[in-house]
Structures are given as structure tokens and as C-alpha cells.
């Protein structure tokens, strides 16, 4: 074996000890491994003058900017129905029995979501309704840099149809080796789904035609701005949605993926090595993260992967991504600490390979979606699970959830109440009015009982 395929030592997949330590809430979230090659402030006035271009110059913007960035030329970036059409028409059997699949599990994980309306006479004459109602319109975005995510078409569209919007648009990076237009495979699973507002546009700029919509100029029909915007991406796509964030709803910051798996001496080190692997593969900034209290794993574990990553298509990527800060073994004393770290940590991907893993995944509070045992990998979700992989990251599943129906449904309160049941309750409100000082209030339900 020479030195170019010889298997890369993975010393420096980095150990984070934390047996011993009695740390604050705010230390041990100091403490995890994170990225340090990008992050929202390092690229945030980036972002903002490609937003703030989008908005001014419209058409003539997106146009110069898939020229920069994807090397392609457009006059409008919206694809045409017939290359939606031929994408289906000449895509693999076997690929779209897979999307096929996918999306009758995702559609039945996302109908059984489905909230019910409820109604509640608080009082006789007095009706209170908790109605959901979708939003209008959706921009769903799809990567297609690294890897072409044609399973990001699914997780996107399929809560929003469930959810009922009827106005769906989706956007994906243009590809010079396909004329201009997004991945075929993407194009194809639109158009299996029924998705026929489809653009090649990539980034932040595709988030900025959403939020703020494109106007016409009498030969290009317009972007017509989005309620939501929803879809996974690398940081620029992540802090384009926080910057938007107020004049559209958006899904969470899911950015550059991450997976932890919580591991004890039960595990085995060839899963635990394989599934850290899967998720590095994504992205050079990818985060795969072993948490456990046992040395003798962890070793085993970095054994495995110098193994296994010699013989992985992406090597380069993967090892970039394994031996990044974000990414390494956090040693704890035992898995309750184990349990306490993974919610520091708030992982979009969390694995749980230990003993009684279904009542420890059950303690966990903070992590995009959980994976229980060694026969629910992250792949599984990202494909063919049922769940959705349009997840919360870099810490921000602590208080950000996944991608559901419920991105794309609000809840409306309706009020109906009758003379009888206001007359009830009119010496509070005139009550509460005075004691705020507003007594135009009061005097709004005292006017219609002369």
C-alpha cells in the first residue's frame, strides 16, 4: 500500500474530555466543537449587498449573479415546463421508484401531522375557534452544489401539499453541464410531485426572490414574494433566511449538516464510524461528532474510520470534514452526562447506539431529529425514512424544530360572541380598560348597550 491510498491517521479526529468537569450551562455549550471557518457575522454583509442588490436591480441582478457564481447565462431563470417534462421522462426507473417511495412516506408521516380545528363554547352564546389555515405561497429551496439533493425536492414540497398552500414555487442552483437549468434529477422529482414553478437560481439570491419577489419588465414575467421560505443550504443560504426573517417565515437556519451519536461500550464501532462518515460527506464544514464514555469505543471508532474513509468516494471531503473543529469525541463520565451533552450540543442529526436506547432517546430535549439503535441510521432519514431531513442546526434545534406541516400552517383564532355573552363579561372589560388607562376600550363594548 503506497502513501497516496494508504488510510489517513485520525489522531486528529480531536477528544474533548469532559469526564470529571462540572460545568455551566453556558460552558459546556462553550465547550462543543463548532466550525470556525464560517460562520453568520463572517459572511452577513456579504449576504446583505446580494439581497439588497436582488431587491434593487431586480432580473439584471440574478442574471450577473448566475454568471458569477454558476457560470451559466440567463435571461429568465424560471425553468420551462418541457425540460420539467423530459427530466421525468429519461430519469432512471430505479431513482424514481426510489422518489417514489420516499414521498408516499412522507406524505403519510405528514397527513397523520395534520392538526384538527378545535371549537370551544366558553360560554353560552360565546364560541372561541382555533382554526388552521395554510399559508398562500412557498419558496422551497434545494441545494445542488456538493451533492444534487433531488430527497430535499420531497422533504419540502410534501408538508406544504399536505399542509393545502396552493402556490408553490422552488428554486435550485443553475448547472452550466446541463444548459443552464438545475440538476435533471431535481427537475424530475418537481415534476413527479407536480411542482411546475421551478427556477435555476442559487443562494442567497434565491432566497432574496422569494422573500421580496422579482417584479416583471414587460419581456420577463415577474417572481411573484413568497409567506414562507423553507429549505436547507450552506451558510449563505442559512444567514440569507435569517436576514429575511420578519418579512417571511422561514423553516429554521438549517445550514451545514452535523450528525452526534451518543455511544456506549454496546455500540459497534463500524456503524458508529460508517454513520459519522455518511454525514461528513456532505460538505468539508460537515460536523460528526462521537459522544461517549467509553475510551475503549472511541479508539475502536477512530480505527474504524481510518479503515473506512480510505475506501469512501469522497475522501477529501470527508477527511476535511472529520478533522475540522467542528467535528471529534466528547469522553463523558457516563450516559446520564452523555444525555446532558447531546442537549448542549442540540444536534440536527442525534443517533443513540447504547443500551435501552429507545429509554434514552426518550430523555433527550434538544436535536433536530433522534435516531434510535443501530437500524435507524441519519441515511435512512435523509431518504426513505418517512421523517423529514430539513432539519435545525449549529445548535439552534434548542429551540427551532424541523421541517413539517406545521411550517406552513398558522394559527387563527376566531372570536364570536353574541349581545348576551358580551353584556356577561362587559363590566370586566370596561374594568381592565380603566386600569390600563384606555378607555376608549371600554367604551367600544359600553356603546352597544345604550
Same mark, same amino acid.
Given at each position: ?33 463548532? #466550525?470556525?471557518?464560517? $460562520? =453568520? ?94 399559508? /398562500? ?23 406544504? !401539499?399536505?399542509? /393545502? ?14 444548459? /443552464? ?28 426572490? =422569494? ?37 417571511? /417565515? ?37 460536523? $460528526? ?18 479503515? !473506512?474513509?480510505?475506501?469512501?468516494? &469522497? ?21 446520564? &452526562? ?14 443513540? &447506539? ?21 437500524? #435507524? ?21 434548542? =429551540? ?12 387563527? !383564532? ?8 358580551? !353584556? ?16 376608549? &376600550? ?9
Amino acid at each position: 500500500m503506497n502513501a497516496e491510498t494508504a488510510p489517513a491517521s485520525f489522531d486528529a479526529f480531536r477528544t474533548i474530555d469532559l469526564r470529571g468537569t462540572h460545568l455551566s450551562a453556558a460552558e459546556l455549550r462553550s465547550a462543543m466543537p463548532r #466550525s470556525t471557518s464560517a $460562520s =453568520f457575522d463572517s459572511v452577513a454583509a456579504r449576504v446583505e449587498g446580494i439581497i439588497a442588490d436582488v431587491r434593487t436591480r431586480g432580473f439584471d441582478s440574478l442574471t450577473e449573479l448566475a454568471q458569477r457564481f454558476d457560470g451559466v447565462q440567463q435571461r429568465h431563470p424560471r425553468v420551462p415546463a418541457e425540460a420539467l417534462r423530459e427530466a421525468l421522462r429519461t430519469l432512471d426507473p430505479s431513482v424514481r421508484s426510489a422518489l417514489e417511495e420516499s414521498i408516499d412516506r412522507a406524505r403519510a408521516f405528514a397527513a397523520a401531522q395534520k392538526p384538527e380545528d378545535v371549537s370551544l363554547d366558553i360560554r353560552p352564546g360565546a364560541v372561541l375557534t382555533h382554526r388552521w389555515v395554510p399559508v /398562500g405561497r412557498v419558496g422551497l429551496y434545494v441545494p445542488g452544489g456538493l451533492a444534487v439533493l433531488a430527497s430535499s425536492v420531497v422533504m419540502n414540497v410534501v408538508p406544504a !401539499q399536505a399542509a /393545502g398552500v396552493e402556490s408553490i414555487a422552488l428554486a435550485s442552483p443553475p448547472h452550466k453541464d446541463f444548459g /443552464g437549468l438545475p440538476h435533471p434529477v431535481i427537475l424530475a422529482a418537481a415534476e413527479l410531485l407536480g411542482v411546475n414553478e421551478v427556477y435555476g437560481i442559487g443562494g442567497a439570491q434565491a432566497i432574496a426572490a =422569494f422573500a421580496y419577489g422579482v417584479a416583471g419588465d414587460g419581456n420577463r414575467n415577474p417572481i411573484e414574494p413568497v409567506d414562507v421560505v423553507t429549505g436547507p443550504g450552506n451558510i449563505y443560504v442559512a444567514t440569507a433566511k435569517r436576514l429575511v426573517k420578519g418579512v417571511v /417565515g422561514i423553516d429554521a437556519e438549517a445550514g451545514t449538516t452535523e450528525i452526534a451519536v451518543l455511544a456506549d461500550r454496546t455500540a459497534q464501532p463500524r456503524l458508529v464510524a460508517a454513520d459519522l462518515i455518511s454525514q461528513a460527506e456532505h460538505d468539508p464544514n460537515a460536523a $460528526s461528532v462521537l459522544i461517549t464514555p467509553s475510551v475503549e469505543l472511541a479508539a475502536a471508532v477512530r480505527a474504524e474510520l481510518s479503515v !473506512q474513509v480510505a475506501s469512501t468516494r &469522497h475522501r477529501e471531503r470527508v477527511e476535511t470534514a472529520l478533522t475540522g473543529p467542528q467535528s471529534g469525541t466528547i469522553l463523558v463520565d457516563d450516559i446520564d &452526562h452523555g444525555v446532558t451533552v447531546c442537549d448542549a450540543y442540540a444536534a440536527e442529526h442525534l443517533e443513540i &447506539h447504547t443500551a435501552d436506547a429507545a429509554a434514552v432517546a426518550a430523555r433527550i430535549r434538544n436535536a433536530g431529529a433522534v435516531f434510535v439503535g443501530e437500524y #435507524s441510521p441519519v441515511s435512512l432519514g435523509d431518504y426513505c425514512a418517512g421523517s423529514n431531513h430539513v432539519l435545525p442546526t449549529a445548535g439552534t434545534a434548542a =429551540f427551532a424544530s424541523g421541517l413539517s406541516i406545521y411550517t406552513f400552517l398558522r394559527a387563527m !383564532q376566531i372570536i364570536d360572541y353574541n349581545a348576551d355573552a358580551l !353584556q356577561e363579561v362587559s363590566r370586566h372589560v370596561v374594568q381592565l380598560a380603566q386600569a390600563e388607562d384606555l378607555p376608549g &376600550h371600554g367604551d367600544a363594548v359600553q356603546v352597544r348597550f345604550p
